[in-house]
C-alpha cells in the first residue's frame, strides 16, 4: 500500500473546514479530478459515497464509508472500488491560532497489476493539489478571520 499524509493550514474555524469536507456531493465543483460524487445511503455521522474520478489515464468509480467525528475528523474506509484493492483515510483538523491545521491521511492499494510506483505517485503527488483546492474553496467561503 501507498500511504501519505501531508498538513496545511486552512484560515477558517474547524467547523467551517468539517462543513466542506463532508459536503461530498460537492467535491466536482472544485477538485477538478472528481467528475461525480453521490451520498448512496447514510445515517447521523455515516455515509457511504460513490466517487467517479479521472485519473488521466482512466475515469475509475469507487464507494468510501465515510464516518465523521465532528468537528475534528473524518475517517473512511473502502467499501468497492475499480483498480482499487484498499482505500482508507483520514482528515485530522485541530484548531490553531491561524485557523485549522488540516491534516489528510491515506493508505492506498490499487489493483495487482499497478506498479507500486504508481500507488505512490496517486498517494503522494496529487495530495498538495488536493489541499490547496480544498483551502482555496473553504477560504473563499469564509471571511478572513480576526
Avoid: C
Amino acid at each position: 500500500m501507498a500511504k501519505a499524509e501531508r498538513s496545511i493550514v486552512i484560515n477558517a474555524p474547524p467547523e467551517k473546514v468539517f462543513a466542506v469536507i463532508t459536503d461530498y456531493e460537492k467535491y466536482p465543483e472544485f477538485l477538478p479530478e472528481v467528475k461525480k460524487a453521490k451520498v448512496e445511503f447514510g445515517a447521523g455521522n455515516v455515509k457511504e459515497v460513490t466517487y467517479t474520478v479521472d485519473l488521466k489515464a482512466k475515469v475509475i468509480t469507487y464507494t468510501l464509508k465515510h464516518t465523521a467525528r465532528p468537528p475534528d475528523e473524518l475517517a473512511w474506509t473502502m467499501v468497492r472500488g475499480e483498480m482499487m484493492k484498499g482505500n482508507d483515510g483520514a482528515w485530522i483538523l485541530k484548531a490553531v491560532p491561524e485557523g485549522t491545521e488540516a491534516t489528510y491521511k491515506i493508505d492506498l492499494k490499487l489493483g495487482a497489476l499497478v506498479p507500486s510506483m504508481v500507488e505512490r505517485m496517486l498517494a503522494e503527488q496529487s495530495l498538495p493539489g488536493l489541499l490547496t483546492n480544498f483551502k482555496k474553496r473553504i477560504e473563499s467561503q469564509n471571511p478572513r478571520m480576526a
